[in-house]
């Protein structure tokens, strides 16, 4: 970006705080290419998304989604979403170690 157009707004989780890189990233899968595919038929499943490759398992709860997910791709960072429900950022910064409470000092 030039100097002269402005930085697009940080997304904030619902404490306010900046999401982090891998929430961003799982996030904007989720929006762009999953969330239209995914949320007519897996309302209320979770849905784990491999960030750097867009790879994505869907079963009934976060460890079955996370447990499918790392039998296709054993590394790297996974974003964890429930399809269709209200967003819970502070899970993704959970799931990568950061926790919550840490980032509301």
């Given at each position: ?79 964890l ?21 840490a980032?509301?000092?």
């Amino acid at each position: 970006m030039s100097a002269s157009t402005p930085e697009p707004a940080a997304r904030q989780d619902q404490y306010g705080q900046p999401l982090d890189d891998v929430t961003r990233r799982g996030l904007a899968i989720y929006e762009t290419r999953l969330g239209p595919l995914l949320e007519s038929a897996h309302v209320g499943e979770v849905v784990a998304i491999h960030v750097d490759s867009g790879d994505y398992a869907v079963a009934s709860s976060s460890p079955e989604a996370l447990r499918a997910m790392r039998r296709m791709r054993p590394a790297g960072l996974l974003f964890l979403y429930t399809i269709g429900a209200a967003t819970d950022h502070g899970l993704a910064r959970r799931m990568a170690g950061l926790g919550t409470e840490a980032r509301r000092k």
